[in-house]
């Protein structure tokens, strides 16, 4: 069984908190079930690449989830992805 089917009290934090935090009540676990599905996964790397990459929504959780989850590489990409959004750059 996959961490998505156990639940969510057996995943990450950041995850938690990423998917409450844009709906406000609650989480959708479709959603995030879709989420780990088209981005390979919940770890912080999938995020990461859902935050360059992903819809506008997957993006919203994107920044939640790195920023929750206190990592100092973490911050650093919400940085540089927030001074790319701010300057009209790309990735790559």
Not at 11 to 18: I, K, L, Q, R, T
Not at 26 to 43: A, K, P, V
Request: proline share 1%; charged share 20%.
């Amino acid at each position: 069984m996959s961490s998505i089917e156990e639940g969510m009290t057996d995943w990450p934090d950041y995850v938690e908190y990423a998917f409450s935090a844009i709906w406000i009540i609650g989480t959708d676990e479709e959603y995030i079930q879709d989420f780990s599905t088209r981005w390979g996964g919940l770890d912080l790397a999938n995020f990461a690449q859902a935050l360059h990459e992903g819809t506008f929504k997957d993006q919203q959780v994107a920044a939640f989830a790195l920023g929750y989850s206190g990592s100092t590489w973490a911050r650093d990409l919400l940085q540089l992805h927030r001074l790319e959004v701010r300057t009209g750059g790309g990735c790559g």
